[in-house]
């Protein structure tokens, strides 16, 4: 199975930029898609980004242009370059491992989690 652990979170001034890792372990991790979800206080996980191993990405319309994800499978090690921060950007952000079949955008078709990472964007 996969285990994931996600770190580079922290506090930054909007306008500001952080860069999240997502650190993977199992031999299988380029078998994966890899994304990145975010959850707000009070409100439901949402997706952000997902890129598959031959490098094709897909981005929320929320931070396209502005987020870059991509991963290094020889570090088992994804990332998500976060620039020009906004206060609604703040949330604790995960990575997850895609299994199953479904919307991209869905939670339930992703099958390992990390236990999240704070961002906070202050004005």
């Known amino acids: 199975q996969v285990q994931l652990v996600e770190s580079g979170g922290g506090l930054v001034q909007a306008g500001g930029s952080l860069r999240l890792s997502c650190a993977a372990s199992g031999r299988t991790f380029s078998s994966y898609a890899m994304g990145w979800f975010r959850q707000a206080p009070g409100k439901e996980r949402e997706f952000v980004s997902i890129?598959?191993?031959?490098?094709?990405?897909n981005t929320a319309d929320s931070v396209k242009g502005r987020f870059t994800i991509s991963r290094d499978n020889a570090k088992n090690t994804v990332y998500l370059q976060m620039n020009s921060l906004r206060p609604e950007d703040t949330a604790v952000y995960y990575c997850?491992?895609?299994?199953?079949?479904?919307?991209?955008?869905?939670?339930?078709?992703?099958?390992?989690w990390g236990e999240g990472t704070q961002v906070t964007v202050s004005s």
């Open positions: 890129i598959w191993s031959s490098g094709l990405v």
């Open positions: 997850a491992a895609k299994i199953g079949a479904g919307s991209l955008q869905s939670p339930e078709v992703y099958g390992y």
